[in-house]
């Protein structure tokens, strides 16, 4: 999986702050490694200079292969724990695909035996 980060010019984003971020991408969506070819990591802080609650935002997308991208959003107080509400969210949304895909691979397997009356 490439992880690629988008991120607000207003936001210092050396390799120290990335590097964090990658390490816990890649240990929370381990599991997805092999479907998930590419990941955008959009970050911005939606009040700029001020100081707000809840204003820094992760939008995650996730690019799987003969599928639509699945993006995901979070705001936090810190870029850390949007990126980590964020991963939890695309968890979820990725389990969700997943049990309707494994769901429909099944019922197209029963079908498969089955003769129709004509």
């Not at 980060?5 to 599991?31: C, G, Q, T, V, Y």
């Not at 850390?80 to 019922?107: C, F, M, T, W, Y």
């Amino acid at each position: 999986m490439v992880i690629q980060f988008d991120i607000a010019h207003s936001i210092n984003a050396n390799d120290a702050f990335r590097a964090p971020l990658i390490e816990m991408l890649n240990e929370k969506l381990d599991r997805f490694d092999k479907n998930i070819s590419h990941l955008e990591v959009h970050l911005s802080d939606e009040d700029g200079p001020k100081k707000g609650v809840n204003d820094k935002r992760c939008l995650l997308e996730a690019h799987i292969a003969g599928m639509p991208h699945v993006v995901v959003t979070n705001h936090s107080d810190s870029y850390k724990q949007a990126v980590d509400g964020a991963a939890h969210k695309l968890i979820g949304s990725l389990n969700s695909i997943h049990g309707r895909l494994e769901h429909d691979h099944k019922a197209a397997k029963q079908n498969e035996g089955v003769e129709l009356d004509d």
